[in-house]
């Protein structure tokens, strides 16, 4: 798409907010472009919370579908719209609602008494047979709500899990998911870049496996990356293992400092393909068509009751899962 082309679109998605009073969000994971022009950018967690704020009467979500299901579910009463209802997500299909529920009744059958505490990244089915649900961003703090009585079943992404299981000390069973996009990261070419690289701060997702994180100097979501890249007052290299549209973020956001990909993550196999399913042109005819919409679903009204308690409830601002790691 040429430069005209793209400003052009640009244009006709500004007219359309006014003609359908409509605010965009976009997660960090979207193209720049898209990034560029969103009234709010965030991650999970905070584009939830940015949602039931919002008085527009349409919400045009740039993201994926489990993303633009939980502002449907936070704000009932306003049209939400997807560029792309194929915009699915690899963790969600990992834990399809009818597996979990028969291993919770197996695990109840056995006499386990547990909580199930789920990640964002999972359907509103499975969020409605869930006790809480989690972002990267408030992790920490909903495990330290679950009675000590309990087990914690952790679903669906292991590696996240595993990471809350060593920060918090609690035991937790881990469902077998993970993220196709931060599962890649090779350690041997991340030592490579830490010896080209000596001076640079290793910053992770902790949806990356744990072999990733051991050798970071800090994990945390994305929320939390930009964050703690802001920290630093002199020019500093980062060394980035997360979705490769984070580094438009980072460096819109922190310009003073060099952001430097981990091998592989400017290939397309380290682009979310979900997220990437988003484009200028789709943002445009969405809110032209007026749909893709989310409607509402049955399995909404018990979800919605699980992510209110989870999200909306002020939490510590010292309480996530990353200022635990960190500095």
């Known amino acids: 798409m040429t430069t005209s082309v793209a400003g052009d679109i640009v244009?006709?998605?500004?007219?359309?907010?006014?003609?359908?009073?409509a605010v965009v969000l976009a997660h960090y994971y979207q193209e720049g472009e898209i990034q560029e022009l969103a009234d709010i950018t965030g991650d999970s967690l905070k584009l939830a919370r940015e949602a039931t704020k919002v008085r527009a009467k349409t919400i045009v979500f740039c993201g994926v579908l489990f993303m633009a299901e939980t502002?449907?579910?936070l704000?009932?009463?306003?049209?939400?719209l997807l560029p792309d209802l194929k915009a699915g997500c690899s963790l969600v299909d990992s834990c399809p609602p009818d597996k979990l529920s028969r291993?919770?009744?197996?695990?109840?059958?056995?006499?386990?008494?547990?909580?199930?505490?789920t990640y964002i990244n999972s359907s509103a089915k499975v969020k409605a047979l869930s006790d809480w649900v989690v972002t990267s961003g408030n992790a920490l703090e909903i495990v330290k709500r679950v009675p000590a009585e309990y087990e914690i079943l952790?679903?669906?992404d292991k590696h996240l899990g595993r990471y809350l299981q060593e920060v918090t000390g609690r035991k937790m069973i881990l469902w077998d998911g993970s993220c196709m996009v931060h599962e890649i990261f090779s350690i041997q070419d991340l030592l490579k870049?830490?010896?080209l690289h000596p001076k640079a701060r290793t910053i992770?997702?902790?949806?990356?496996?744990?072999?990733?994180l051991e050798h970071s100097d800090y994990v945390g979501g994305t929320e939390a990356m930009i964050k703690h890249v802001g920290s630093y007052t002199e020019p500093t290299e980062f060394l980035v293992a997360t979705e490769a549209n984070m580094m438009w973020q980072l460096q819109n956001q922190h310009p003073q400092h060099r952001y430097l990909p981990v091998p592989g993550i400017t290939c397309a196999c380290n682009k979310c393909p979900h997220m990437a399913l988003n484009t200028l042109e789709k943002v445009r005819d969405c809110m032209r068509d007026g749909k893709p919409e989310i409607t509402w679903q049955p399995e909404f009204d018990k979800a919605k009751e699980v992510l209110a308690?989870?999200?909306?409830?002020?939490?510590?601002?010292?309480a996530t899962v990353a200022q635990m790691a960190g500095d």
């Open 103 to 117: 291993y919770q009744e197996m695990l109840r059958e056995n006499g386990r008494k547990f909580q199930t505490v």
């Open 309 to 318: 308690r989870s999200l909306l409830n002020p939490l510590p601002a010292a």
């Open 75 to 80: 704000n009932p009463a306003k049209t939400v």
């Open 71 to 73: 502002a449907k579910m």
């Open 193 to 195: 870049m830490k010896k």
């Open 11 to 21: 244009a006709e998605i500004h007219d359309l907010k006014k003609k359908i009073d």
């Open 154 to 156: 952790f679903a669906p």
């Open 204 to 212: 992770a997702h902790p949806e990356c496996p744990a072999n990733i």
